[in-house]
């Protein structure tokens, strides 16, 4: 039997590759911009922002908001500090971190985890079980945390992840508010909760509003 190696991560990280872009997903942001212009001057997170395309493009979306990006490759965030050095007034911040444990109860009106909650691996591989590579566990305890860290209303974006918001606890205080066609979504494949593969899956719920105070929240 051939052994299977996932590619070598930092501890704590989930994307094992470090591709990005600018403007990845323009009918996402759309979505989101027209979901939130009422609601005044936004506070938004990119969490696994990479070197900054998603945070740069976020802020031709929002331009008064106050964006915030993590990454947990303290190169990354280098890179991302780098790129708005010349622009300090641009309500642009940058912290290394894997998870958002560090942020605040009900601060943000929309959390973006867009192709970070997924190992390239798990697909590249063929691999019929996520675990040990990542598991169920891990993304409920991220995904929990991002729950505390919206407001009431606010929405949290989903793009190429290997595990269902809908599978977790903290999803019934959430109502989906988007779902989309399979061309829009990624190439990750889905498992369930014991980390066992579901051939064929296509999750397409991307975009979830907070409705209710889960009992992690209180």
């Known amino acids: 039997m051939l052994a299977v190696h996932a590619r070598r991560r930092l501890p704590g990280q989930f994307q094992d590759r470090n591709h990005t872009g600018p ?5 996402l942001f759309e979505f989101v911009r027209a979901h939130l212009a009422a609601g005044g001057a936004q506070r938004l997170l990119s969490f696994g922002c990479s070197t900054g395309d998603e945070v740069l493009t976020l802020r031709r979306y929002f331009p008064t908001a106050a964006i915030t990006g993590i990454d947990i490759d303290p190169r990354n965030i280098a890179v991302c500090r780098d790129r708005v050095r010349a622009d300090p007034a641009s309500h642009l911040e940058f912290a290394v971190a894997g998870t958002t444990e560090a942020e605040p109860a009900e601060s943000y009106d929309a959390i973006f985890c867009l192709g970070v909650l997924c190992l390239g691996d798990l697909t590249a591989l063929g691999l019929e079980r996520a675990d040990p590579f990542f598991t169920f566990a891990e993304f409920e305890r991220i995904v929990t945390d991002f729950a505390r ?29 988007l779902e989309v066609d399979p061309p829009q979504l990624g190439s990750a494949v889905v498992f369930d909760r014991s980390n066992r593969l579901m051939p064929g899956e296509r999750y397409r719920a991307v975009a979830f509003r907070k409705v209710a105070v889960s009992p992690s929240d209180a």
């Open 23 to 27: 403007d990845r997903y323009p009918w």
């Open 149 to 177: 860290c919206l407001k009431p209303g606010g929405l949290l974006l989903f793009h190429s992840t290997n595990f269902r918001f809908g599978d977790t606890a903290v999803a019934a205080g959430f109502e989906t508010v």
